[in-house]
């Protein structure tokens, strides 16, 4: 069993999740949005999302992290701020010694819906039927469950295809 903590990055709204994994059992744990202060300058804001991130981890205690990687914005500026969110969303739970992984958003609702073409409703809805009690107060939090989900598949795959190679090896000896 893993506790799995998805982050969809935003400088104004960060979506979070947790999941509990079982092997291909999920289970919903928490999930919420980090929401900052517009009024503030970019590095208080920056930081209230590394108080906030820390905080969760303090209280879930994942055993591992994935961020959903972000589309390049039109507006450079909003692209450049964004970026910066994501570099502390990606940095929080890497100082904090959990492994983090990246997946691009094609590939979350792949694994979510089936398809990477999906909508954010159906990215949504497909969340309410694989975590129910998931409580998706807003899309950033669905996301952020959405990429939880995403990891917990490959997570899974990659355990079963090092425990194939392991009897491989074995059965080689």
């Given at each position: ?21 079982a ?24 930081c ?94 669905s ?31």
């Amino acid at each position: 069993m893993a506790l799995l903590l998805g982050l969809d990055p935003g400088l104004q709204h960060t979506g979070w999740g947790v999941v509990e994994s079982a092997g291909s059992r999920l289970r919903h744990v928490a999930d919420g949005v980090i929401s900052t202060t517009t009024e503030l300058s970019l590095a208080e804001r920056l930081c209230q999302i590394h108080r906030a991130l820390n905080a969760l981890m303090d209280i879930w205690k994942p055993d591992e992290a994935a961020v959903e990687h972000t589309y390049v914005n039109k507006n450079p500026g909003a692209a450049l701020k964004l970026g910066q969110a994501r570099g502390v969303v990606l940095l929080a739970p890497a100082m904090a010694g959990l492994p983090v992984a990246e997946y691009q958003a094609m590939e979350v609702k792949r694994a979510v819906v089936g398809t990477g073409h999906a909508d954010k409703i159906q990215v949504a809805e497909m969340v309410r039927r694989l975590l129910p009690g998931a409580t998706l107060k807003r899309a950033d939090a669905s996301d952020a469950l959405a990429v939880a989900i995403c990891h917990a598949h490959h997570r899974g795959t990659r355990m079963m295809l090092a425990r194939a190679q392991g009897l491989g090896g074995q059965a080689a000896r």
